[in-house]
């Protein structure tokens, strides 16, 4: 009985990381209509960038804020820069779906690049902030730690941020209409360059967060080429798809979901079979429910 909570409680924090990658790349796909694989190279750079505070001030909470502005900077300045006037340029409807994936894949190899350049074999180390022991019930120690404790429940305050955000704020509703009608929204006075750029930021500040938490929940070190980066990039992905690209609740429903059944198969059929589950869930998802578990045809969502 132990081991199955256990399983679930692994599974559910693993899932709630999955589930900051996964808003990440809705935010971006929600204001700009873009599949943003950059989000896992911008994550890795932030965490990097929180390493490196902690390491001169000892603090994780002044480290954690300072690589989400990091990853929203960043991310902003990759919209910016490179989507922005690649979109701008592409004149026809299939490369403006097409360019933006394809450039974002690029986007993401060089950034890997640079950090392998300016770290090189670097490692660097961010320490948990509370105690990563689990908690004693009836003798027995279950995998709830007053860490992990913490990562559910900042991912559980920024969903709700972002949702208050989406729903009750004029950026939220300047967001949506940009993306779902951005001639209109300019005759209205959005500024919808402006409008998309924010988006996007708010996308690496969630994802920043993403990649600080997988590092303190997992080794406490990142390296450029950490595999677990690509790992949470591939499983944020999936949960925004089957929880459903246009909702902030279905990412987190969407990577729950996930977590919980990737540490069901690893606790009880092996590791191996990890990687091929999520592309299996992935493809009955879109088989049975192709607008994902939250998503509903036709509408978008908070």
Known sequence: MFEFVNTLLI?????????????????????????NFAAGGIALASTFVGSTILEITGSFW?????????????????EYFFLRPLLKRS??????????????????????????????????????????KGFIVSGESIALSPLRLLILGIVLLLMIALTLIFQRTNIGLSL?????????????????????????????????????????????????????????LVFGFVAAVIGGIESLVGAVVGGLTLGIILAI????????????????????????RPNGIIGVKGGRRA
């Open 11 to 35: 599974g559910i924090t693993a899932g709630s990381i999955y589930s900051l990658m996964a808003i990440a790349i809705v935010l971006v796909w929600r204001s700009t209509r873009v599949v």
């Open 91 to 132: 004149g026809d409807k299939n490369q403006e779906i097409f360019l933006p994936i394809i450039a974002t894949l690029g986007i993401l190899g060089i950034m890997k690049a640079v950090l392998h350049f300016i770290y090189g074999e670097k490692i660097g180390v961010l320490s948990p902030p509370l105690s990563d």
């Open 265 to 288: 198969i690893l606790m009880y059929l092996g590791s191996s079979l990890v990687f091929f589950a999520a592309f299996l869930i992935l493809i009955l998802v879109l088989l049975l």
């Open 62 to 78: 002044i480290a954690l804020p300072v690589a989400m502005l990091a990853g929203a900077a960043l991310s902003a300045f990759i």
């Open 176 to 232: 949506r209409a940009a993306s779902f009608a951005p001639e209109i929204s300019r005759l209205s006075g959005i500024r919808v360059d402006l409008v998309r750029t924010v988006g996007w930021a708010i996308s690496g500040a969630a994802g920043a967060t993403a990649g600080i938490l997988q590092t303190v929940n997992g080794s406490g070190a990142v390296t450029p080429e950490a595999f677990e980066f690509s790992l949470l």
